[in-house]
């Protein structure tokens, strides 16, 4: 079963930042926040992932609450290329990659 | 770095017939490759877990008699649908993983059963 929790579906205006929220309340102490995202008809794309602390990469910036019960990824100017579906998973290092059911991520022109 | 390859990247099969898709690791050694399901509008849903050298684990539900895996070689697994039917068309996705905890995920292989 997934530990997440996601909203179904989100909009966001071309060039803002797309915030997308995660619930992981039941996360263990060894488990990891990873993100994946599916443009359609694809495989899924690794974004970013953390464990405690905030990250940033290229792509995105992950933003972890200090009790890690929830995190929030951030795409800080989104394009139409960045509509698709983006999956929050909560593993630890070597366990397999379990997917919920993820946010529909609608950029609007 | 880091690429996984699936052949072929689409199919159709005649219903009763068997279809192979195979997985590569590109420019490294999968020690563990993985299988899984994506219906139309669904997540993706794990099928089996492959260690090189070793039979696959298969997750609940999922039968180990008509999905065939084999993973030969650190760089190839196969998925054998066997006597496919209608409802075992879907978009079939592996990914790999070098003994470290990332993962990478192939493009998918799309079959459809006539």
């Known amino acids: 079963d997934a530990k997440t929790t996601q909203p179904t579906s989100m909009d966001c205006a071309e060039g803002r930042a797309a915030n997308l929220p995660c619930n992981h309340s039941?996360?263990?102490?060894?488990?990891?926040v990873y993100w994946y995202r599916q443009i359609h008809s694809q495989g899924p794309q690794y974004i970013i992932h953390?464990?405690?602390n905030n990250e940033t990469n290229e792509m995105a910036s992950l933003i972890i609450t200090e009790d890690r019960k929830s995190s929030t990824l951030i795409l800080p100017h989104a394009t139409l290329r960045d509509t698709a579906v983006y999956y929050c998973?909560?593993?630890?290092?070597?366990?397999?990659?379990?997917f919920g059911k993820g946010t529909r991520l609608h950029i609007l022109p | 770095g880091a690429v996984v390859s699936q052949h072929p990247s689409w199919v159709i099969c005649k219903s009763g017939t068997s279809v192979k898709i195979e997985c590569r690791s590109l420019d490294f050694q999968a020690t563990t490759m993985f299988w899984y399901r994506q219906f139309p509008k669904q997540s993706l849903m794990l099928m089996a877990t492959s260690n090189e050298g070793s039979k696959a684990t298969y997750e609940q539900g999922v039968e180990k008699d008509k999905f065939l895996i084999n993973h030969a070689s650190l760089t190839l697994s196969t998925l054998t649908v066997t006597s496919a039917h209608p409802e075992d068309s879907s978009f079939y996705i592996c990914?790999?993983?070098?003994?470290?905890?990332?993962?990478?995920f192939g493009p998918g292989t799309r079959l459809t059963v006539t």
């Open positions: 990914s790999a993983r070098n003994g470290g905890h990332e993962q990478y």
């Open positions: 998973i909560v593993r630890a290092r070597d366990d397999k990659i379990i």
């Open positions: 039941t996360i263990s102490g060894n488990e990891y």
């Open positions: 953390g464990l405690k």
